[in-house]
């Protein structure tokens, strides 16, 4: 038990190649899309009863899974719900962004993008827009953190998460992939909802939380994008923004021939 709660700290996963994953939604994705990663199931009694096809499935797939106490759980998370699995660590860097983003339709650039809950929330609004994969350029959060993990619902484990790539490097790369490079803006000269540049492949780069997107990934796009705001709200957060963007390409390729 002592191993596992190692694996709270970045420092724990780095040195074991494997990270947490917490509570019944995350697992159960990870158990069916990934099970090849899972070292290892826990699960108290109360949750078996509960999500037994969690359970099912994980022994479908030979994965050891072990009961144990409502006590002990939280001991070792108190965001689990009574589910927790121990995943090997699955990281894209940069030398995947090729391989992750050929043929892509759809893709997301965060740049910088440091909080947790906002870079899951992204990958899942990515995931649910039917997106080709996310990118997290280098200095953003370390993408399986718990709250990242959690945040994404399950959807890291159902698309490519590409990180530590350099803006730039993204850029080109998915610029050769053939995808129009868009920077979401609330200073953009086009509109989300009426711009033509949506109806082909299509990659959003956004920005960090505080500052937004930097002059050097304004200058990288092919065009500036922004989301209206109709009401007395400042601004948008990032995954907001994120999942207004992505719904709209997702619109737009819907409507083509």
Same mark, same amino acid.
């Given at each position: 038990?002592? @191993? ?7 420092? =724990?996963?780095?040195?074991?190649? /494997?990270?947490?994953? $917490? ?5 159960? $994705?990870?158990?069916?899309?990934? !099970? ?16 037994? %096809? ?5 022994? $479908?797939?030979?994965?050891? +899974? ?9 001991? *070792?998370?108190?965001? !689990? ?7 090997r660590t699955h990281l894209l860097g940069p030398d ?14 965060? $740049? ?21 994969a996310v990118v997290l350029t280098a200095g953003s +959060? ?37 995808? @129009?490079? *868009?920077? !979401?803006?609330?200073?953009? %000269?086009? #509109?989300? /909802? ?7 492949? @299509?990659?959003?780069?956004?920005g960090t939380e505080a500052q937004g997107l930097s002059?050097? !990934?304004?200058?990288?796009? #092919? ?7 109709? =009401? ?26």
């Amino acid at each position: 038990m002592a @191993t596992l709660r190692r694996l709270a700290s970045r420092q =724990g996963r780095e040195r074991a190649g /494997e990270h947490l994953v $917490e509570g019944p939604q995350a697992v159960r $994705e990870v158990v069916r899309f990934a !099970a090849s990663r899972v070292r290892d199931l826990y699960v108290t009694d109360d949750a078996r009863d509960r999500w037994p %096809e969690i359970v099912r499935e994980a022994l $479908e797939h030979d994965l050891y +899974v072990h009961e144990t106490t409502p006590e002990v759980m939280d001991r *070792l998370s108190g965001d !689990a719900q009574g589910v927790l699995a121990v995943a090997r660590t699955h990281l894209l860097g940069p030398d995947d962004l090729p391989g992750a983003v050929q043929g892509a339709r759809l893709v997301v650039v965060c $740049e910088q993008v440091r909080d947790p809950g906002n870079a899951g929330t992204i990958i899942r609004a990515a995931d649910a827009a039917g997106a080709d994969a996310v990118v997290l350029t280098a200095g953003s +959060v370390e993408v399986h953190s718990p709250k990242v993990v959690r945040s994404s619902a399950g959807s890291l484990f159902h698309l490519p998460v590409v990180t530590g790539v350099e803006v730039g490097d993204a850029v080109a790369h998915l610029r050769r992939a053939g995808l @129009t490079i *868009l920077a !979401a803006d609330g200073g953009g %000269e086009h #509109d989300v /909802e009426t711009s033509p540049l949506l109806a082909g492949p @299509t990659a959003w780069v956004l920005g960090t939380e505080a500052q937004g997107l930097s002059a050097r !990934a304004r200058d990288l796009a #092919d065009a500036v994008v922004a989301v209206p705001l109709r =009401g007395r709200a400042e601004s948008l957060n990032v995954a907001m923004a994120a999942t207004v963007c992505l719904y709209a390409s997702s619109r737009a390729h819907a409507a083509q021939p």
